[in-house]
């Protein structure tokens, strides 16, 4: 099957810029997305990007997709200790026309005051 | 708007006991899954469904099984459980096949 890897834990501090890394191995997705998973809670849909984008901007936030490499980042501009989370990179893979998520292992961001 | 809603949030079970964890949506969406997580594993998919009457197994299905009787519901059974199901479990939706998902707040489970 496809694999989506991620590093575990990444550590900051507070209004630093944190980057979160992601390899995929689907070049076919059209999609590619980051979900962020607070303490006790499921996850929620962060942002995404077209597979025909090479970057994409969304206030601190600001994707990267390099899909000769199929490297896809995620920089968070002036972390907050709000920002303290999983984030969870994921592709779509197509299984014969059923699409379904594979998500990434989950990367630990720790904002430090 | 609830969206995913996972019930129980909490469930403590001896070994070889059986339960069901529910999960509904109220988007109409057509697709829903279920997932396990598990620390330095990411989430794993068990079953999903592609609609109402439908089930298809995902990448670690043993042990486990669903039905999507409505469409708003979909129902994971543990029929004996073992510890190596103790996990969070998270429910998961979406409109269209390749559409953003959205999640329910997860059902902590033990197995002792």
């Known amino acids: 099957g496809e694999d989506v890897e991620q590093s575990l834990f990444l550590s900051v501090r507070e209004g630093d810029s944190s980057v979160i890394n992601c390899t995929y191995t689907?070049?076919?997705?059209?999609?590619l997305y980051w979900y962020k998973q607070e303490p006790g809670a499921g996850l929620q849909l962060l942002t995404y990007i077209f597979s025909n984008m090479d970057m994409k901007q969304d206030q601190r936030l600001t994707v990267l997709l390099n899909k000769k490499d199929k490297h896809l980042s995620l920089r968070i501009a002036d972390t907050q200790t709000g920002d303290s989370a999983i984030y969870f990179c994921?592709?779509?893979?197509?299984?014969?026309?059923?699409?379904?998520?594979?998500f990434g292992t989950g990367t630990r961001l720790k904002v430090l005051a | 708007n609830a969206g995913v809603t996972q019930t129980p949030k909490f469930r403590v079970l001896k070994t070889g006991q059986s339960m069901t964890l529910l999960c509904a949506q109220d988007?109409?969406?057509?697709?829903m899954y279920w997932y396990r997580q598990d620390p330095g594993m990411g989430l794993r998919l068990i079953h999903y469904s592609v609609g109402e009457g439908t089930t298809a197994k995902g990448e670690v299905p043993d042990g486990y099984n669903v039905s999507r009787l409505k469409k708003q519901n979909f129902l994971l059974g543990l029929e004996s459980a073992a510890p190596s199901q103790t996990s969070v479990y998270f429910c998961?939706?979406?409109?269209?096949?390749?559409?953003?998902?959205?999640f329910g707040a997860g059902t902590r489970l033990s197995v002792l």
């Open positions: 998961a939706s979406n409109k269209g096949a390749a559409d953003i998902q959205y």
């Open positions: 689907d070049s076919s997705s059209t999609y």
């Open positions: 988007m109409n969406h057509e697709y």
């Open positions: 994921a592709e779509i893979e197509d299984a014969s026309g059923t699409y379904k998520y594979i």
